[in-house]
C-alpha cells in the first residue's frame, strides 16, 4: 500500500513576450513618474522655503519682544539698584556682623571681640547685639571706616565686612545687566 501524493507546481513561469505592457505604455508611465518626482521636489522646495521664513519670522518676533521686555524691567533695576540694594544692606548690617560675632566665637571661643565700626552704624548693630546678651563683645567708632563697613577683633584674628563694597556690586551688576540690554535692543 503505497501512497503517491501529487504536489502543485507553483513557479511562475516567464511571460510571453508578447503578454507584457506595450511601449507606448512604459513610455508614458516613465513620463508620469518624472513628473510626478518633479512636481514632489517642486512642493518640498517651497515647504523647505515657507519653513525658513517662518522662523526668521519667529527669530525676529522673539528679539522683539525680548527687547521690549528688558526696556520695561530697566526702570525695576534701576530701583533696586538706586534704592532697594542701599536700604537692604543698611537693614542687614547688624544680622550680617551677628553672624560674624556668631563664627568668631566659635573659632575664639570665650575671648572678647571687639568690633569697629563707622560711628552711622554703631546704632544698627548695638541694637542687633541685643540678640546675644551672653556675647562679650565691644564697639568702638572708627571714624576711618565708611557705612557699612566693620572690622571684628579677637584672638583668632580680624575680620572685615564691606557691605558697601557688596552694596556696589549688586548695583554695577544691574547696571550692567541694563546696558548689556540696551545694547542688545539697539543692535537688534
Not at 566665637?105 to 544698627?124: F, N, T
Request: net charge negative; with cysteine; hydrophobic share 45%.
Amino acid at each position: 500500500m503505497s501512497s503517491c501524493m501529487l504536489l502543485e507546481h507553483f513557479d511562475i513561469a516567464a511571460p510571453a513576450p508578447g503578454d507584457g505592457p506595450g511601449e507606448e505604455w512604459l513610455a508614458g508611465y516613465r513620463t508620469g513618474l518624472d513628473e510626478g518626482r518633479a512636481a514632489a521636489e517642486a512642493a518640498q522646495a517651497d515647504r523647505s522655503l515657507a519653513m525658513a521664513q517662518i522662523l526668521a519670522d519667529l527669530d525676529f518676533t522673539f528679539r522683539e519682544a525680548q527687547a521690549q521686555v528688558m526696556a520695561r524691567l530697566e526702570p525695576l533695576f534701576r530701583i533696586l539698584a538706586d534704592q532697594v540694594v542701599p536700604s537692604l544692606l543698611q537693614q542687614t548690617l547688624g544680622v550680617a556682623v551677628v553672624a560674624e560675632i556668631l563664627d568668631a566665637a566659635r573659632r575664639d571661643a570665650g575671648g572678647p571681640l571687639e568690633i569697629g565700626l563707622s560711628p552711622a552704624d554703631h546704632d544698627a548693630v548695638a541694637t542687633a547685639l541685643t540678640l546675644l546678651p551672653a556675647a562679650r563683645v565691644s564697639l568702638r567708632e572708627d571714624g576711618r571706616l565708611g557705612p557699612g563697613q566693620v572690622m571684628l577683633r579677637g584672638g583668632a584674628g580680624t575680620t572685615s565686612l564691606d557691605l558697601a563694597r557688596l552694596g556696589r556690586e549688586v548695583t554695577s551688576a544691574l547696571d550692567a545687566l541694563a546696558s548689556d540690554m540696551k545694547g542688545k535692543e539697539a543692535n537688534g
